[in-house]
């Protein structure tokens, strides 16, 4: 037996619970993976919680992301005792995930951990984190330098905001945090934020174009927000458009698209192929501060992970959450 974390459907809403579950009970999978540590996303949060239809099976276990070490394997790739992370593919989703002591996945959705990472370090960069260095990546691919002026991260307090600030600073791009809390504007400038700026009026409906003002931005919010930086392009900028934190609208007209040949760069990290996996893992080990993680981190025990769900559903956790497990 091991515990776990369970959801089960109840008429429309979502029962949380910690349960005892029956090993001979973990759906199917080539590798089994003790985990050491796992984490709370947002997508975490509207699974515990019932506030968005993230389950496509009941029971489930949830938890996007896990870092741990491998029970069992019959995968060529693992062997016993490897340290290993995951992050997405359903999990936690349509497969059981990671908010358990135990986890059976297919290998192929295993990578190694990276060094220099520790499986908690794994956990407190998790889906957030390395979607923030994906939206980088993706901004970079475009063309996107730190000569080309300020970058704008919304819901800079967050998960994915927060690392997504910590990068780019370290790569010598002028950072503006937006932030619905003015009182985490310290924590966002130890993260080395140049500025901490409002939502202003952001978050309600725009002009088509407004004042060009952003080189490349990062997105978690979606809704109106994304609209209005949309406009607030520069010529040729781009937005690295990952979250709907803020609604899944996109309530924007084509005039920035059309008259400014600015960018809308989507950014998946759950289908992420391998290869993409591997290299966004690399890139952190290189473009994150390590000595950052430990400003990120708010670790919550395996017993009040129910509860942190409901904090960052309205908005109050700051950064990465970390749940240690084994
Ligand atoms: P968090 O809850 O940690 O952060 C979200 C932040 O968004 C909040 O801290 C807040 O920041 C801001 N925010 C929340 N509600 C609103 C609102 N109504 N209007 C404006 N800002 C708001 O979540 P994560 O960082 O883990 O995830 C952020 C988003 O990215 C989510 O939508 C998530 O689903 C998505 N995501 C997508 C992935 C992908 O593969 N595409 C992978 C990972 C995450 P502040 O208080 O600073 O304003």
Partial sequence: MFRAIKLEKDGDATKA????????????????????????????????????????????????????????????AFKVGDKVVLNGWGVGEGHWGGLAELARVKGDWLVPLHAPFTLRDAMIIG????????????????????????????????????????????????????????????????????EVIGRGGYSEQGRPLAKERWAAAVDVVGGHVLANVCASLKYRGAV??????????????????????????????????????IKAWKRM????????????????????VIEAAGRLMNGTQRGRVVVPIN
């Avoid at 080990?285 to 009040?304: I, Q």
């Fill in 17 to 76: 619970a910690i349960t005892e579950v029956d090993e001979a009970d973990l759906p199917e999978g080539d590798v089994t993976v003790r985990v050491g540590y796992s984490t709370l996303n947002y997508k975490d949060g509207l699974a515990i919680t019932g506030s968005g239809p993230v389950v496509r099976k009941w029971p489930m276990v949830p938890g996007v992301d896990f870092s741990g070490v491998v029970e069992q394997s019959d995968n060529p």
């Fill in 240 to 277: 690295a458009a990952c979250g709907l934190a803020g609604g899944m609208a996109l309530p924007a007209t084509v005039a920035p698209f059309i008259l400014r040949g600015v960018a809308l760069l989507g950014v998946d990290s759950v289908m992420l192929p391998q290869a993409d996996r």
């Fill in 127 to 194: 889906t957030a984190g390395y979607t923030a260095m994906l939206c980088v990546m993706a901004l970079e691919d475009y063309g996107i330098t730190p000569d080309k002026g300020d970058v704008l991260v919304t819901g800079a307090a967050g998960g994915v905001g927060s690392i997504a600030v910590a990068i780019l600073s370290k790569l010598g791009y002028r950072v503006v945090a937006m932030t619905g809390r003015p009182e985490e504007a310290e924590f966002l400038k130890d993260l080395g934020a140049a």
């Fill in 285 to 304: 080990s290189t473009d994150l501060d390590p000595r950052l993680l430990d400003k990120l981190v708010d670790t919550v025990a395996f017993e009040d």
